[in-house]
């Protein structure tokens, strides 16, 4: 039995935001149409970004493709714990090279790197935007976001493609731990949840997809525009599919860190580890 297949599923109605200023630099802030807009990403957890110009993508999404191949060298790089190296997951058709930014350098070549930070720069104009718009004071910034917000914390770059041997979940429901995840997806099957329902993201060519993770609802809990962490997944995929390959970027804080809670006034509201939020989180989702 093949899984996760069902009708076709409902299309979610998403915004779609650009980024502003210097394209050289990616010292950008993100926009929206409207007001409107904005709010529904920020309830959604979700919204399009439009595909910066010079972001180098072709070459990273050809890097992608060499993956798949079974005598790739880059299939022999060993795990690093359980988030790190080229993992197949347990239950799902994922398959993937994960890397924390700190493994760049040793294992991608040196243009892969580059994109990596290039991502790492869209992410971070997409944090301090979030934190712009929660209110919470920007001297709070870097406390709240265990440093990620200029440019610490910590960041995955994932190549992802999905094995149809399997007949399990492309991928099984969950939210994402961190703050600010990328995604470039070249087929469709992502799907997230919607006032409980499960619609399907297009493909959207020339965007990329972000999504907000539990982390980032946590700091901003307690501020004037908390955001969602949205729970998505992705659908079997079949042999008959075309091949659904991903690059995904995961923003983060330090995993060794500390995440605070502000309100608008600079109040602490509350802190947690980011061990133990990210352990209650996995608690909750096996459950």
Not at 261 to 284: P, R
């Amino acid at each position: 039995m093949t899984l996760g297949r069902e009708a076709a599923p409902l299309q979610a109605d998403i915004p779609i935001a650009s980024l502003s200023g210097d394209e050289a630099s990616f010292a950008h802030r993100l926009i929206f149409s409207s007001t409107n807009d904005l709010d529904r990403a920020w309830d959604l957890g979700l919204f399009y970004l439009k595909t910066p110009d010079n972001l180098t993508l072709d070459g990273a999404r050809a890097f992608g493709r060499e993956l798949i191949a079974p005598d790739s060298s880059y299939r022999q790089i060993p795990q690093y714990g359980e988030l790190e190296g080229f993992i197949a997951l347990e239950n799902n058709q994922q398959t993937k090279l994960a890397l924390s930014r700190e493994r760049w350098d040793q294992h991608y070549p040196q243009a892969i790197k580059e994109f990596g930070c290039q991502l790492d720069a869209i992410g971070i104009a997409i944090m301090r935007e979030v934190l712009h718009q929660s209110g919470i004071p920007e001297v709070l910034w870097d406390p709240a976001s265990g440093g990620y917000a200029s440019g610490g914390g910590t960041a995955f770059l994932n190549f992802v493609h999905y094995d149809t041997r399997h007949p399990d979940w492309g991928l099984r429901p969950h939210t994402d731990y961190g703050f600010v995840t990328i995604l470039d997806a070249s087929a469709p099957g992502l799907q997230v949840e919607i006032e409980g329902q499960f619609v399907g993201v297009p493909v959207l060519p020339g965007h990329l997809v972000i999504n907000f993770g539990e982390a980032l609802h946590f700091i901003t809990a307690h501020s004037d525009h908390s955001v969602g962490a949205v729970v998505h997944r992705v659908l079997s995929q079949q042999s008959s599919d075309p091949v659904r390959q991903g690059i995904v970027y995961f923003a983060n804080p330090d995993l060794d860190g500390m995440l605070w809670q502000f309100d608008a006034a600079g109040e602490e509201k509350g802190s947690s580890s980011v061990q133990d939020l990210f352990a209650l989180l996995e608690k909750n989702l096996t459950e």
